[in-house]
């Protein structure tokens, strides 16, 4: 059950303006920074396997790199992408991801 009324709409308006600006199918960045480091950097990479499958070198590229203190982990993940809906998919399996600070 959803308890935040305004979710379904915030995802219909997310849905309208990633159909907007982008094209579908098409190429995709997602930034997460986080805590952790290669622990980290393997978590996102689970977390978006669980919506776009096993990792494949042509589908998906995954970047990390630590801050300069060391203290967070910089994961960027640019893969192609079918429809917003999928994006909106791996967002929420990213949000999931323990030690996310950021996520853009």
Do not use: C, W
């Amino acid at each position: 059950m959803n308890d935040n009324p305004s979710a379904p709409v915030l995802t219909q308006e997310a849905l309208r303006l990633l159909e907007r600006f982008h094209h579908f199918p098409g190429d995709y960045m997602f930034k997460v920074i986080g805590f952790g480091g290669d622990e980290f950097t393997a978590a996102v990479d689970q977390a978006a396997a669980t919506v776009l499958g096993p990792p494949s070198q042509a589908e998906r590229r995954l970047t990390s790199r630590p801050s300069r203190g060391g203290r967070y982990t910089a994961v960027t993940l640019e893969t192609k992408v079918s429809d917003a809906q999928q994006v909106l998919a791996i967002y929420a399996a990213l949000r999931q991801v323990q030690g996310v600070v950021v996520l853009v």
